[in-house]
Nanobody, 114 residues
């Protein structure tokens, strides 16, 4: 069963950077409308950024100008470059397809200390 595998999280000080990666096995990845989500402590999962098969991107207001989503269709991967991190970015980050989602992966923990 295809399931995204997220990596790249960790503990970082406020103002620091992290680059998350998500690998998805299987066919037709290049056609998938992919996204990064996050779930902070005691919060619901929220959409952070998405990218169409053609590379068009959108972001939630709270991360605009700080996060960049990208994809490598040759490697079936999607990335999230996170700069100027803030404590409120602390969450488990997940990737998934926005349409016809895969089973959720384990996510990767991002912790930003003040």
């Amino acid at each position: 069963q295809v399931q995204p595998v997220e990596s790249g999280g960790g503990l970082v000080q406020a103002g620091g950077s992290l680059r998350l990666s998500c690998a998805v096995s299987g066919s037709f990845f290049s056609l998938k409308y992919m996204a990064w989500y996050r779930q902070g402590p005691g919060k619901q999962r929220e959409l952070v950024a998405d990218i169409t098969s053609g590379g068009r991107t959108t972001y939630v207001d709270s991360v605009k100008g700080r996060f960049t989503i990208s994809r490598d269709n040759a490697k079936n991967t999607v990335h999230l470059q996170m700069n100027s991190l803030k404590p409120e970015d602390t969450a488990v980050y997940y990737c998934n397809s926005r349409i016809g989602p895969y089973p959720w992966g384990q996510g990767t923990q991002v912790t930003v200390s003040s």
